[in-house]
Structures are given as structure tokens and as C-alpha cells.
């Protein structure tokens, strides 16, 4: 796209010319028919571009050729000018144009060089529909119907599957002049499209009429200052509504031969449906509906599917806001097995990766959060043999507003700015406890603490019960929980994970050991993915953990923590599943004592986050034909779901008491491979916090 031929036009850049041909699109195959003043057939930019059927229909002229670079020759040019090193290039440079030669000399107005009959339109139109041709350029017009005939002859081309790009005229008027207007005559609504121009600013020309009472049938294309008809080192500078035409119909040349199912009328649907929005919101009187771009005509247009081997088919669009487990790293972003295809409304075959709808996980946020003073109210009662009842209940304090917004796409991409509160029954008697949790607004789980929360955290649980029975030094527990998701607009999802675990832990003088073994029940997708349920791309799973942690005081000051976890994943989704469970890993290893010099306790830890250690997707997909109308063949792909790296966290933290009262920590934070992705640059973070009670 450097080239000076395609640099010397701006309406290449400006329409989005580019996509087309880096689709592989390029008109080939394709003719265009060209009702104008004839075309020049010695031209260099137009050598094997015009059809030998080229005519004249002017009844006892029979010229179709003329000498020098005329209208009918610039209006081609925009077409299909070659792609050759000099002049400029077509915008469906490898095209075909078949001229049809309609002008006569004796025009009514002094002011018009070239003008039409009706009559010979007629010819025109009849001639393009006999030679099979489904665009037809008419860069012409005038103030009034064409007749009865001409009507006739164009309900005869729009039945034969032919679309008719008109220029709207260059009198600045409000309307479009005739033929544009027939775009939204009922007869041809949706086979006729006005064309408009604009510049490269995308302001309206000042000579070109307007969308007025053809805005849902008009869209507007460059046609200031447009470079054609170039003959040795001399080009046309040329403006008009004529050569805003030749744009939309070069963009249909495009379309039609990278989706050779698409009807004309199709093809023109697209663009119209496209169009780049300008002026004021949706369609208007100034611009109808837009400026011709092909970048999104391009891309899939409406609701698309994906074909499967059992006939169905299956929805590729997931929720804004979707993304994999961080566990997974970039496994569904480096992967080529997802390869198939998906078909459009307009029913046009696309090659598409499906590794694209599971996004990664957000980046891990540092940020801390914002300190919300909270109202707690407690009610102890005491029972029969020495036996406790403890009711909590909390919420925040009244504020004029919060200091920062809670919302975290990274923790809980599903909760709102709803308040956090929570309440919690505690039972104690004897060597038993029971308790029973419910939150909201994020509020955290009160029992997260000890061997396997790696797992259990991610069912991002706002309620949960959890017993426990005490002998001596040992402790044995249960507990289970669940989270509801909540989405704007949607339905609440409840238990859309649940996570259930027994451990048994042992607590002595210098320090303490746990064991515990827990299911993760994902409805929304593995280890903390977010991929709601009811879409095709949902991954429900199941995880068996397990996980071993303790701490120990090595000397006096020198404390050391640690925490190793392990996972085994079912998943099956709607096409994508495991051919055996993904094996996960987590762990930790700390470091905790006192200092004297600038802090009171210093720490340092190094650990590795969740982290898919083996495992295999597979899929049973369309493969992508080697030529557009090729039969569907299918075949099972594999991938590996183990991400390309290993993220490993380097955490230096610090805490130091002030002389009033109040504490400030530091911590400083180093990721080696961060998101488990094995090219990707080292992140540091560096975290402080003061605080104070008051």
C-alpha cells in the first residue's frame, strides 16, 4: 500500500480498498458494465480490461471505441484501472468492463457536452442483461423520470439478478436526480443504490445532491479530486458524482469474487448495511446511510455459525467480557487446530479460528482496594455446657461516595457496584464448630486460610457452610460453598460454581501442617474462566484438587510458609472437550521475619499461579476448502492446553509501625513470564499502603 499508483488516489484508503485485495480480492472474473460515452481501447490502465462485446447501442453510430480518454473512459478507470506501476489503480483493478456506449452530441443544454436518451438506455440496459452481466454503472442523470419504457427495462435487469449504481448529480441539490431515484421505487428498492460523494475529509461535496427522499437506498463515495483515465505521464483530475459511482461499483467487483454465492443484491446489501456512519446518527438526509467501506463488508455480517459434522451448527459470538482461565495461559491463542469455517447472514463462508473466542484472563490488577469503613454488629449468646453462639452482621458505613470504583474485571468481571455485606452464624460447643456464611458485593469468604484456597477461591463463593471437630492438635473440617454471576441484562446465573472440601490439619508449638482434598463445579467454565452458559463456547468442568501447606518457625524471627496444590480437570463443551483431565499445579513458598534497621517484619516469597501442566483439547471440525464451493470435509484436531510458559512471582514485601500508631507496608513485585506466556516481557508492580484507625 505504498505504492505511488495506489498513493496518487485517496478514495482507495478512504473507501478501505486494501481489505478487499488482502482478502484476495481483486474483480477477477467479474464484469461491470459501463453505460456511459464509450471507452478508450488504447489505454495502458485499461489493456486487457474491456470486453470484446463492448457496444454501441445509438442506432446507425456503431462506434463502442472512442480516441481519447472521454467520461465513459474515466468512470472505467475508477473501476478498473491496472495495477501496472504508473497511472493509477482500479479499486477492482483485475475486473472486466463491458462498455456500452449510450451518449448522443445533440443535448438539449448548451452547458452538456455528453447526454442520453431514454430510448437508447433502454438498448443499454437490455444489452448488459443479455450478456449476463449484475452491475451496471450508470454515471448519469437528469430532473425527471426516465418513462415508462426505461422502467420497464430496468424491472427487466433488477428480475435478472442485475443491481444499478446511479450517481445522484452534481447540482447540490437536496434530492438525487434520475435514474438515482428510482432506489427506493418499490419495484427496484434494494437493486438501485444513489451514490453521493465526499472528499477526503468525508464532507459531503458541495456539488453533489444530497440523500433527501432516497436516504435508506443512498450512501456517498469519494469523488473530489479523483486521478484517472491517465494517459502516458498525464492523468484526469476529475470531480463528480460520476466518479463516485465506479467506487461502489468496484467494491461490488470485489464482493462478488471473494463470495461467489452472493447475489448482486446481496453484495449491494452489504455495503449498504457497512456503510462508515457520518453526519447525524444512522441514516440521514445528508448522507443516507453512510460512506462505502469495505472493512466491515468484509467481515462477517449479522449472526454467524459454524458447522459441525452431526448437521448442526453452532453460534460463534460469546459474551463481551469472556475470557479462559489464567491457568491456560495463551494454550487457545497459539494453537492452529481451531481452524474451520463459519457462514454470515448472507450465508458467505468465512476461514475463522475459534481459538479467538476464549480470550485470555485480564491482567492481574496490583491496585488495592479502596478501604470502606464498615458497620459491624455482633451478638454472642451462650448455651448449655459451655457452648457459644455467635451472630455477624456487616455492612458499610454511610459515605457521600466512594473513592474509587470497586468493579474488577480480573475477580469478579460479573459484580456490579452492589454493596458489600455479609452476616455469619457461628456455633461453638465442646470440639465442635459449625458455621454458616452468605455475602454479597464481593465480600470475601471468611474460611479461605489454609491448604487448597488456590482451588477453592475460584468458585468466587458468596455463601458457604463449613463444620469442623477438634482432637487436641488436630483439626478435622468440611466445608462447601457457591457463587451466583450476575450480568447487565442477564438472567443471574445461580451455583454457577461450587466448590466443596474436607482437610485435616495439625497445629503445634512451632508451627502447623494441612492436608485437603476438594471438587471445583465450574457451570462457566474451567478454573476460573468466564464463558456464560447457553453459549456454544461454554466450558463446564469439573476439578478434584488436592493440597498440602504449613508453615514452620525455623529460629526465633525466621518463619517459613508453604503451600503446594494439584488439580484434575473434566471439561466438556458443546464441540471443544478433553481427551483426558488437565493437570494443574499451583504453589508457594515464604519467607517471614523481623528486621531492625527501616521496617518491623520483612517477607519474601516465591510462588507459581495456577498453571495447566498437561492436557489435550480436541474438536471435530469443518476443514477450510481449497476452493469457495468445495464439499465440507471434517476432522478431529488436538491441541495441548498447557499454556507456552511458567509464570513465576518474585514478592519482596515490608511493614513498618510509626511512632503514631499507624502502620505503612511496601511491597515490590517481579513476574517472570507473566500469564504463563513464555516470550512475554517481565512485569514489576510496586505496592504501598498506609493505614490508620482511628
Excluded at 476432522?635 to 511458567?646: D, E, N, T, V
Amino acid at each position: 500500500m505504498t505504492s505511488s499508483e495506489y498513493l496518487r488516489n485517496y478514495g482507495l484508503a478512504n473507501m478501505k480498498a486494501q481489505v478487499g485485495w488482502q482478502a484476495g480480492a481483486t474483480g477477477s472474473g467479474v464484469t461491470v458494465a459501463v453505460v456511459d460515452s464509450g471507452i478508450a481501447n488504447t489505454l495502458p490502465e485499461l489493456e486487457g480490461r474491456i470486453s470484446s462485446a463492448s457496444t454501441d447501442v445509438v442506432l446507425g453510430r456503431n462506434t463502442p471505441y472512442v480516441a481519447s480518454s472521454s467520461h465513459g473512459t474515466r468512470v472505467s478507470g475508477v473501476i478498473a484501472s491496472n495495477f501496472n506501476g504508473f497511472g493509477t489503480i482500479g479499486v477492482a483493478y483485475q475486473s472486466t468492463i463491458l462498455s456500452i456506449r449510450t451518449d448522443i452530441s445533440d443535448c438539449t443544454d448548451e452547458n452538456t457536452e455528453v447526454c442520453f436518451s431514454s430510448s437508447d438506455l433502454v438498448r443499454a440496459l437490455d444489452y448488459a442483461v443479455a450478456n449476463g452481466v449484475k452491475i451496471i454503472n450508470m454515471s448519469l442523470g437528469g430532473d425527471g423520470r426516465l418513462g415508462s419504457a426505461f422502467e420497464a427495462a430496468l424491472l427487466r435487469a433488477v428480475n435478472a439478478g442485475a443491481v444499478i449504481v446511479a450517481s445522484s448529480g452534481n447540482d447540490g441539490e437536496a434530492n438525487p436526480g434520475w435514474p438515482a431515484r428510482y432506489a427506493i421505487d418499490p419495484r427496484f428498492a434494494g437493486s438501485v443504490i444513489a451514490v453521493g460523494s465526499h472528499g477526503a475529509t468525508d464532507v459531503m461535496s458541495s456539488f453533489s445532491n444530497r440523500a433527501g427522499d432516497t436516504a435508506s437506498g443512498y450512501i456517498s463515495a469519494p469523488g473530489e479530486d479523483v486521478i484517472t483515465g491517465c494517459e502516458g505521464t498525464s492523468c484526469w483530475r476529475v470531480n463528480g458524482t460520476s466518479f463516485s459511482a465506479p467506487h461502489v461499483s468496484g467494491a461490488l467487483a470485489l464482493l462478488m469474487q471473494a463470495f461467489p454465492n452472493l447475489t448482486a443484491r446481496a453484495a449491494l446489501a452489504i455495503l449498504v448495511d457497512t456503510a462508515r456512519d457520518a453526519g447525524d446518527p444512522g441514516t440521514d438526509i445528508v448522507y443516507g446511510r453512510g460512506l462505502l467501506d469495505m472493512t466491515g463488508a468484509f467481515r462477517p455480517v449479522g449472526t454467524t455459525s459454524t458447522p459441525m459434522a452431526d448437521g448442526s451448527s453452532i453460534v460463534t459470538i460469546t459474551e463481551p467480557g469472556s475470557f479462559v482461565g489464567a491457568a491456560f495461559g495463551d494454550a487457545f491463542l497459539r494453537q492452529s487446530a481451531l481452524n474451520t469455517v463459519l457462514y454470515d447472514a448472507y450465508d458467505r463462508m468465512f476461514a475463522v479460528q475459534l481459538g479467538g473466542a476464549y480470550p485470555t484472563a485480564p491482567s492481574r490488577s496490583y491496585q488495592a482496594a479502596p478501604f470502606e469503613q464498615n458497620t459491624t454488629a455482633t451478638t454472642t449468646l451462650a448455651l448449655p455446657g459451655g457452648g457459644r453462639l455467635n451472630l455477624i452482621a456487616a455492612q458499610p458505613s454511610a459515605t457521600p461516595e466512594p473513592v474509587a470504583p470497586r468493579h474488577d474485571l480480573y475477580d469478579a468481571p460479573w459484580m456490579g457496584d452492589e454493596p458489600r455485606q455479609e452476616a455469619m452464624l457461628d456455633l461453638e460447643t465442646g470440639r465442635m464448630n459449625f458455621s454458616v456464611w452468605q455475602g454479597k458485593g464481593g465480600a470475601a469468604s471468611p474460611f479461605e486460610g489454609s491448604a487448597g484456597d488456590g482451588f477453592a477461591s475460584l468458585a468466587q463463593a458468596d455463601h458457604a457452610v463449613r463444620g469442623a471437630m477438634r482432637f487436641g492438635a488436630v483439626t478435622v473440617s468440611a466445608e462447601s460453598g457457591g457463587g451466583d454471576r450476575r450480568m447487565p441484562l442477564r438472567q443471574v446465573e445461580q451455583d454457577a460454581s461450587t466448590y466443596s472440601r474436607a482437610a485435616i490439619g495439625w497445629r503445634g508449638a512451632e508451627g502447623g501442617l494441612s492436608f485437603s482434598v476438594g471438587a471445583l463445579d465450574e457451570r462457566l467454565g474451567p478454573l476460573g474462566a468466564f464463558l456464560p452458559g447457553g453459549s456454544d463456547f461454554a466450558l463446564p468442568s469439573r476439578t478434584s484438587f488436592y493440597a498440602v501447606g504449613g508453615d514452620w518457625t525455623l529460629r526465633p524471627g525466621l518463619r517459613l510458609m508453604g503451600e503446594a496444590g494439584m488439580g484434575s480437570t473434566q471439561i466438556e463443551g458443546r464441540f471443544l472437550s478433553m481427551d483426558q483431565a488437565a493437570i494443574s499445579s499451583n504453589w508457594r513458598l515464604g519467607l517471614l521475619t523481623g528486621c531492625t534497621m527501616v521496617c518491623d517484619r520483612i517477607s519474601f516469597t516465591l510462588s507459581q499461579p495456577l498453571r495447566i501442566e498437561s492436557g489435550t483439547f480436541s474438536a471435530l471440525l469443518a476443514d477450510v476448502p481449497v476452493e469457495y464451493f468445495d464439499p465440507l470435509t471434517y476432522s478431529r484436531r488436538s491441541f495441548s492446553a498447557s499454556p507456552s510458559g511458567r509464570q513465576i512471582d518474585f514478592i519482596l514485601g515490608g511493614e513498618r509501625r510509626l511512632w503514631d500508631g499507624s502502620s505503612m507496608t511496601l511491597q515490590a513485585v517481579a513476574s517472570r513470564e507473566p500469564r504463563h506466556v513464555a516470550d512475554a516481557a517481565p512485569e514489576f508492580a510496586l505496592i504501598g499502603a498506609w493505614r490508620r484507625q482511628f
